[in-house]
């Protein structure tokens, strides 16, 4: 099993609808949870990110962590065709190796989402 | 503000010849720093993070190696590239452990 499951979709909407993107885990030491947007060719862009459970927005995004079910969620509403890219959930836990700490990222696979006008 | 460059964004190389990608930070001071590998329909993998200056560590195996000559600057090398090494090569920095981490707009290679 893999530590986060993301359905990779992809995910085609219309304009304006309210888009639904989520990931489950099952490492309870991530401590950060993430959702980052990726257009074609470039890197990831992180959009929000939250430490504790519950709802955080951000103009037309929200975010939303449920701890006790071990599933986060991006919201998107009123979807424009600039939305369209590939969403990735990612969560972070502080690993030590040989004395050294490090952030460690473990991402979704992505979902590839279409915002069609 | 803080800000990551890579170069470059688009690199062909023939097999075996040797590979230098570079990351700088800006805006910050003692940054973790890292380099993923994303190939294509893929996640990203993780292959070298650092706390400091000097201070590498890898997490896989592998034909390339990683260095940290300044506090904001991170260099990805291989002395030989293998075919295998193609993929989009990623650096990101953070402000500590465990924080979220910002992500350059990443170098593509190709291997001929």
């Known amino acids: 099993q893999k530590e986060v499951e993301q359905d990779p979709g992809p995910l085609s909407v219309p304009e304006g609808a309210i888009v639904s993107l989520n990931c489950t885990y099952s490492?309870?030491?991530?401590?950060?949870f993430m959702w980052y947007r990726q257009y074609s060719r470039k890197g990831p862009e992180l959009l929000m990110y939250?430490?504790?459970?519950g709802n955080k927005e951000d103009g037309r995004f929200t975010a939303q962590v449920d701890k006790s079910s071990k599933y986060i969620s991006l919201f998107i509403r009123d979807s424009q065709p600039s939305d369209s890219a590939t969403y990735l959930c990612a969560m972070s836990a502080v690993l030590s190796t040989g004395g050294t700490s490090y952030g460690k990222l473990t991402f979704g696979q992505g979902t590839i989402l279409t915002v069609h006008p | 503000s803080q800000t990551i460059h890579q170069w470059p964004a688009t690199l062909v190389q023939p097999v075996g010849s040797p590979l230098s990608l570079e990351c700088t930070v800006e805006g910050t001071s003692n940054p973790n720093l890292y380099w993923y590998r994303q190939a294509a329909g893929r996640g990203l993998q993780l292959l070298f993070y650092s706390v400091g200056i000097g201070q590498i560590s890898s997490e896989v195996p592998q034909n390339l190696s990683a260095s940290r000559p300044q506090d904001r600057q991170f260099i990805l090398s291989s002395k030989k590239l293998l075919l295998s090494d193609s993929g989009f090569y990623l650096c990101?920095?953070?402000?500590?452990?465990?924080?979220?981490?910002?992500f350059g707009d990443g170098t593509r290679l190709s291997i001929l």
């Open positions: 490492n309870s030491a991530f401590q950060y």
């Open positions: 939250t430490y504790s459970s």
């Open positions: 990101a920095w953070s402000a500590d452990q465990g924080q979220p981490q910002h």
